[in-house]
């Protein structure tokens, strides 16, 4: 056999393992990624679908009068609906409704929406958070599988990680390699080969875009987030050490105790007031000095949680240059911890402008548009994988893509799989686990046969 033709085999067994564990990658993850991208798709436009429905409550028309104070609007509120008040959103230009967040006595959160002209209570919806809305709560909580609890973060991450090995694989697939196969667009064909190639096509033109959206989500994971938060915080490249100074601090988590928190501050303790008891500033003296700092419009203002507890300032406008979180002493209104964007390191600032691009904010309806073709094209992408085994599945078989004889490139394989493993834990245990199940099926099936 010459070189060439060694070379030439080396190569087809290269492909066909790439192309057996492309197979099995896209059995497992499909069906969630189909689940993620429309939910995905749907979040990124959550402001629009927000006003669409909820638009009597949300939107007002604008005075020439000056709102009136806070502390009236949030009477009003609880005229409305008594309970404890949790979050005060004042109105975020002059046609929105100002919104303010409470809790009854079983603990179930309202937002009540109110005119800030007249003061009249508009309405209210069960609160959704940082989703704004009890359907976009909804589309939120299935998009990251929290209904599945603990499992359901370690399955995000698994297929995340997953995502961006079908990227790769994919494109390694794609290559023409001199074939007579659409690479740019789909061959005119019928069949099978029709859907290969608008498979192929659409994978090529999306996988920037479906890394990604891969790649921002990751920091928010159970594994792979946490390693990297701890090695961003290490590096001095996510929150700066000290950055709380001298204040003591709770040992309640920022996350825990705010709807929505930058990445890099969800396991930071939430600060706490001076004293444990006195007289609380009021609410239009605190609003006075949160906008004194010259905090963007569309801010909302978390109440202290106690008698240590502390005024919380924090908005996140689709501009993330804008992003900031802002600590004062309920007692004095002394500002203990004020942080934007520019106040973390590199991969903190990174985190935060990425998940801002994934969420579809930071550059309008272009990043709307182009978020959204990544999620239209992993939708297509499997509907046409699904159509092509289809159509090359044996009877009675599952129609995998048969294993090399030459095992050399699997090996190559496994050595990639490894390195994968080592920077996406999850993945390399799932990967561990099919590779056991590839090994094992074809020596069940030969003691079968025998």
């Known amino acids: 056999?010459?070189?060439?033709?060694?070379?030439?085999?080396?190569?087809?067994?290269?492909?066909?393992?790439?192309?057996?564990?492309?197979?099995?990658?896209?059995?497992?993850?499909?069906?969630?990624?189909?689940?993620?991208?429309?939910?995905?798709?749907?979040?990124?436009?959550?402001?629009?679908?927000?006003?669409?429905?909820?638009?009597?409550?949300?939107?007002?028309?604008?005075?020439?009068?000056?709102?009136?104070?806070?502390?009236?609007?949030?009477?009003?509120?609880?005229?409305?609906?008594?309970?404890?008040?949790?979050?005060?959103?004042?109105p975020s230009a002059s046609d929105r409704a100002a919104e303010v967040k409470i809790a009854s006595d079983d603990s179930v959160s309202d937002t009540i929406y109110v005119n800030p002209y007249d003061g009249k209570a508009l309405g209210s919806v069960w609160d959704g958070g940082a989703a704004g809305s009890p359907a976009m709560w909804l589309v939120r909580k299935i998009h990251s599988l929290e209904y599945i609890g603990w499992w359901g973060n370690r399955i995000i991450e698994a297929v995340a990680g997953w995502a961006l090995l079908l990227v790769v694989s994919g494109l390694y697939l794609w290559w023409p390699r001199g074939r007579g196969v659409g690479v740019f667009r789909p061959r005119r064909a019928k069949g099978r080969p029709f859907w290969r190639d608008l498979h192929a096509v659409t994978g090529a033109y999306a996988a920037l875009f479906i890394g990604f959206l891969a790649l921002t989500g990751l920091p928010w994971s159970g594994v792979w987030g946490a390693?990297?938060?701890?090695?961003?915080?290490?590096?001095?490249?996510?929150?700066p050490d000290g950055y709380w100074g001298s204040y003591p601090t709770s040992n309640v988590p920022t996350g825990a105790a705010l709807d929505q928190t930058p990445w890099i501050l969800e396991h930071q303790p939430m600060p706490i007031s001076g004293a444990a008891e006195g007289v609380p500033i009021g609410l239009d003296r605190i609003i006075e000095l949160v906008e004194a700092t010259g905090i963007h419009p569309g801010y909302a203002l978390d109440m202290p949680g106690g008698p240590e507890g502390v005024f919380t300032a924090s908005v996140y406008p689709d501009?993330?240059?804008?992003?900031?979180?802002?600590?004062?002493?309920?007692?004095?209104?002394?500002?203990?911890?004020?942080?934007?964007?520019?106040?973390?390191?590199?991969?903190?600032?990174?985190?935060?402008?990425?998940?801002?691009?994934?969420?579809?904010?930071?550059?309008?309806?272009?990043?709307?548009?182009?978020?959204?073709?990544?999620?239209?094209?992993?939708?297509?992408?499997?509907?046409?994988?699904?159509?092509?085994?289809?159509?090359?599945?044996?009877?009675?078989?599952?129609?995998?893509?048969?294993?090399?004889?030459?095992?050399?490139?699997?090996?190559?394989?496994?050595?990639?799989?490894?390195?994968?493993?080592?920077?996406?834990?999850?993945?390399?245990?799932?990967?561990?686990?099919?590779?056991?199940?590839?090994?094992?099926?074809?020596?069940?099936?030969?003691?079968?046969?025998?």
């Open 319 to 450: 501009d993330i240059t804008f992003e900031r979180v802002i600590h004062f002493d309920q007692y004095t209104g002394e500002k203990l911890f004020d942080m934007g964007l520019a106040d973390l390191g590199a991969l903190g600032r990174a985190a935060e402008w990425g998940i801002s691009v994934h969420m579809g904010q930071e550059f309008g309806a272009l990043n709307q548009a182009a978020m959204l073709f990544a999620c239209v094209s992993i939708i297509l992408m499997a509907v046409s994988a699904l159509v092509m085994w289809w159509k090359r599945r044996p009877a009675g078989g599952l129609g995998a893509p048969r294993p090399p004889a030459d095992w050399r490139a699997p090996r190559a394989i496994l050595v990639f799989a490894v390195v994968a493993g080592i920077v996406f834990p999850l993945v390399g245990l799932s990967l561990l686990v099919m590779l056991a199940i590839d090994l094992a099926l074809p020596l069940a099936l030969r003691k079968r046969v025998a």
């Open 227 to 239: 390693q990297f938060y701890d090695l961003s915080y290490k590096a001095g490249l996510g929150m």
């Open 1 to 90: 056999m010459t070189d060439s033709s060694v070379a030439g085999a080396g190569a087809s067994a290269l492909y066909r393992a790439v192309w057996r564990w492309h197979f099995y990658a896209g059995l497992i993850v499909l069906p969630f990624m189909i689940l993620i991208a429309i939910t995905g798709g749907l979040y990124l436009f959550k402001d629009e679908i927000n006003n669409a429905f909820y638009g009597d409550l949300r939107i007002v028309e604008p005075q020439e009068s000056a709102p009136l104070p806070a502390s009236t609007l949030v009477a009003s509120a609880l005229a409305y609906s008594p309970g404890k008040v949790k979050t005060y959103r004042p």
